[in-house]
């Protein structure tokens, strides 16, 4: 593994009592995977193994943290929670232990995170005014069936999020001029 000069300075530039700390972690997460590359991350220190975080380290004014799981999770930012003194550590050999089986996860596949699916967004059905006005703007009714779900949505919720009839009114006649000329919902600031 090459060092990365910006860790060194990361390191350099800590609070004294980090420092031995930093320098511990940095070189427990070396003997526990060789093959992983030293990165600045959100500002701190992480190494990274295929792409995927291994671990990470961060000093504060009066605690350091160690992450290995990912961002967060854990007390004070890091899975160790604040860690004011090497004593603070579990041993070396536990900490070694815990690198190699993240390594391994990521490895294998099993460390990805999973991707949450969106959520449908709700129809919402089109006012029979609304439609009456598409049907007499020559061109409006094609466009509209050309336009996608989303495009479609922008316009419909424009117009029912009015609160006053005559806003409402004005909005589907405006609407369906600007259909007609192939324009979308926020055509103003599409040059931008």
């Known amino acids: 593994m090459e060092r990365d000069s910006r860790v060194d300075a990361y390191i350099a530039k800590a609070q004294p009592f980090a420092r031995p700390i930093l320098e511990h972690l940095r070189s427990l997460a070396e003997r526990a995977e060789p093959e992983a590359q030293e990165d ?3 500002g701190a220190p992480f190494w990274i193994l295929d792409g995927r975080q291994l671990c990470g380290m961060a ?11 990912g961002p967060g999770g854990g007390e004070a930012m890091g ?67 050309g336009f996608t779900d989303a495009q479609r949505r922008d ?20 609407a369906a001029e600007w259909i007609g000329e192939g324009k979308r919902r926020n055509w103003k600031y599409e040059s931008c």
């Open 79 to 145: 899975d160790l929670g604040r860690i004011t003194a090497l004593d603070d550590l579990p041993p070396d050999e536990e900490l070694v232990r815990l690198l190699k089986e993240k390594a391994q996860r990521i490895r294998s596949g099993e460390d990805k995170a999973a991707k949450a699916k969106p959520k449908p967004k709700p129809e919402i059905a089109m006012p029979d005014d609304f439609a009456a006005a598409l049907e007499q703007t020559s061109g409006a009714e094609d466009v509209w069936n």
């Open 155 to 174: 316009y419909l919720q424009w117009i029912t999020g009015a609160k006053r009839e005559a806003t409402r009114t004005k909005r589907i006649a405006t």
């Open 59 to 69: 000093a504060f004014k009066a605690h350091c943290a160690f992450v290995i799981e």
């Open 40 to 42: 600045l991350r959100w």
